[in-house]
């Protein structure tokens, strides 16, 4: 369904980010390259990255560690730059926007199951949770009502006013999760977000997901090292050293029988 990009010449890089609007892709990168500077090493983390992601799609990246997977997703989400290629999320060329625009374009349209975002230890878990809409200015009272729902949605109605310590592994990464899709985003990243939680419990966070995909057509990319939550995605892209080895499109690959449904609102 969604082609490797081979493309090259400047005119073709041009007319990219018109067609990745034509076709229905959300996220289309291209030639992603990627360098770490550490003063005394250089680290080609990212080299000649091409990904294609449609809308509603739920996309894992497994590869050995070191590979380049949260180097993938910090390019591709913006958070971090890149040094070659282009980025285009939803018809929009990330790395042209100035690092305000950005910052503000990934406050309302995606949201971050990151082990590093952990949840601030003094606020309780609706705090946590309404912290998007109130960045991105949405009123106390509406931000609120928004949380609880979210809340709701991952089962946690009754542990709303706990703070993070008072949670579980698996309840912490439950408000993770809510705090990730209170805005609606069109696109939400994961980094290994069951990587610390027992298997039980992990099972429960990828069915989760893979509810909100179908339910609210929200596109996910994943990073996980499990093979069993990579099986419930749509696709696996397979990485190695920098680079795409297997973008899960080829015919040894079939699509599996789940329906992608249609965009959500926001996206
Ligand atoms: P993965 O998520 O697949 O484990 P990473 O994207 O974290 O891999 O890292 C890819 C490579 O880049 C690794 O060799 C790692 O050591 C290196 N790397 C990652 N972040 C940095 C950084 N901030 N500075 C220098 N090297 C980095
Ligand atoms: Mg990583």
Redesign the pocket.
């Known amino acids: 369904m969604v082609n490797v990009v081979t493309k090259g010449s400047p005119a073709e890089c041009r007319s990219f980010a018109q067609e990745t609007c034509l076709q229905d892709l959300i996220i289309a990168a291209h030639g992603l390259h ?1 360098t ?3 003063g005394s ?1 250089q ?1 080609h ?2 080299r000649g990255v091409n990904l294609e992601v449609a809308r509603g799609e739920m996309v894992a990246i497994m ?12 390019c591709l989400s913006g958070l971090d730059e890149i040094d070659e290629g282009q980025v285009v999320i939803d018809g929009v060329v990330l790395h042209q926007l100035a690092d305000d625009q950005r910052s503000d374009y990934r406050a309302r349209r995606m949201g971050f199951v990151f082990q590093l975002y952990n949840l601030l230890p003094v606020l309780s878990a609706v705090e946590n949770v309404e912290m998007p809409l109130l960045v991105s200015g949405v009123g106390a009272r509406e931000a609120r009502r928004r949380s609880m729902e979210m809340l709701d949605l991952v089962g946690l109605t009754d542990r709303a006013r706990h703070a993070p310590g008072e949670l579980s592994g698996g309840e912490r990464q439950r408000v993770t999760i809510a705090r990730a899709l209170v805005n609606q985003p069109g696109i939400v990243w994961a ?2 977000p069951t990587g610390d939680l027992d298997s039980e419990t992990a099972g429960g966070i990828i069915d989760l997901m893979c509810d909100l995909n179908r339910t609210n057509g929200q596109t996910f990319v994943l ?1 996980t090292h499990s093979d069993e939550v990579g099986k419930r995605a749509h696709r696996i892209v397979r ?1 190695r050293d ?1 680079e795409i080895v297997d973008d899960g499109n080829g015919p040894d690959n079939p699509q599996p029988s789940t329906t992608i449904t249609s965009a959500s609102s926001e996206s």
Do not use: R
């Open positions: 990627k770490y500077d550490t090493v680290v983390a990212l590869g050995p560690s070191g590979c380049g997977k949260t180097t993938l997703l910090n980094d290994e990073v990485m920098g």
